[in-house]
């Protein structure tokens, strides 16, 4: 049996402690089972680049963040728009997998990647596909692996924020990835005691934020710290259509949305801001050990898929327990933190606001 193998989009801790969870239940269960990597994701796949994976490769990668394999952005839009070459991609990605004989192609990605797991699987391929990112993001699980992760990166950075920003008696933003959801930084901003959290999801009025800012200084508290999901948005600008709100912050003067906030608060209050960006961080070093089980599990349990020739799913984590989602439920919906999530309301009963 040959099996193909991919990891597509941003990177994320624990992608190697997933391969290898696929790759140990293949080589143990399936005789005579050979694994193609594809490198760089789908564009190996149009290519015609891969590698063909020994036991050994994924031996040791366990604990180690990135991917073996390299991975790269292929967005969903593009995927019918022809090549340099006037290839047809997903033409070119039928042609390798039939080249190859493959059994099926096991894709590791986020959203715009199981976009295209789910356009191969409509276009006759065997798909089995797993969620990655730390966004967690994807809909129909409730967890996806590189999200812990990325928890405890975000999480450290506002814990060393915290100590400078008591020395200093100053407000702190710390912008946190996300995309255009809010999961990470409410993770992070609770985990390390974020005394305002702003997330896409809760659309932030500067006036409260100020407020809530102020109460602090009035409580004798020196200092205050901002969780800010990068994808953080004002009521004011929620209002906006989409093109208007992309034409707004492709006009800004500001690098990211937490400056301009930064500077909003230092027009109301006079108060010393600093804006810290952990970024791409929070996608490095190697898998929390949270991250390495789920990834072993979905490991095992993609093989078990493969083994069973149940495709066109994703693996996904539903109380505690692993299941399968069909790849055309999850394609194209986003997971969003719902406002109403008693996780909310438990962060606002501890005293964080969330500038509503
Ligand atoms: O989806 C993962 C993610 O890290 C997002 O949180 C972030 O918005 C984006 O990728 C950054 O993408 P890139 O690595 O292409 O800059």
Redesign the pocket.
Known sequence: MRVGILTS??DCQSLNATMRGVAKTLYNKVKNVEIIGFIEGYKGLMYENYKVMSPADFSGILTEGGTIIGTS?QPFKLMRTPDADGNDKVELMKKTYKKLKLECLVVLG?NGSQKTANLLREEGLNVVSLPK???NDLYGTSMTFGFQSAVNIASDAIDCIHTTAASHGRVFIVEV???KVGW?TLHAGIASGADIILIPEIPYDIDKVVAAIKKRTKEGKRFSILAVA?GAISKEDAKLSKKEYKAKLAASPYPSVSYEIGKRIEEKTGQEIRVTIPG?T??GGSPCPYDRVLSSRFGAAAAQMIIEKDYGKMVGMKHDEIIRIPLEEVAGKLKMVDPNNSIIAEAKALGISFGD
């Open positions: 989009g941003g952005r986020g990112t730390i966004d990835m996300g995309h990470l990068e791409h929070q996608r």
